[in-house]
């Protein structure tokens, strides 16, 4: 299993209990698929670098978890399906990026 971190920002035009319920579905969809949640962060409503689709702010939620690298796929297609992503992006951690998240999970707690 390789470790992972998915950054997704969601429409602004969501309630809180509409942005908690789509980061639900998008972990359940990796708890399905045989993932283990590392670490989920809410970095809750950023103003966003450069419009898009008209929309200048956007809920930002990071997910780290540990996966197989067939999970990213389903991962993806779903993120595409969803009209309220407005944008995504998942990498693969290396060790050093892994040791350094670990580190910052243990400043934050």
Same mark, same amino acid.
């Given at each position: 299993m390789n470790n992972y971190e998915t950054v997704f920002i969601l429409t602004p035009d969501l309630s809180e209990a509409?942005?908690?319920? @789509? =980061?639900a579905k998008f972990v359940g969809i990796l708890k399905g698929e045989g993932a283990e949640i590392v670490n989920e962060e809410?970095?809750?409503l950023k103003k966003l670098a450069y419009q898009i689709q008209k929309k200048?702010?956007?809920y930002y939620q990071l997910v780290e978890f540990q996966a197989q690298p067939?999970?990213? @796929? =389903?991962?993806e297609t779903q993120f595409r399906r969803?009209?309220?992503v407005l944008r995504f992006l998942t990498f693969r951690q290396d060790k050093f990026a892994a040791e350094y998240a670990a580190k910052r999970r243990s400043r934050k707690a």
């Open positions: 509409q942005v908690k319920e @789509a =980061v809410n970095w809750g200048t702010t956007g067939e999970t990213i @796929a =389903v991962l969803d009209e309220n």
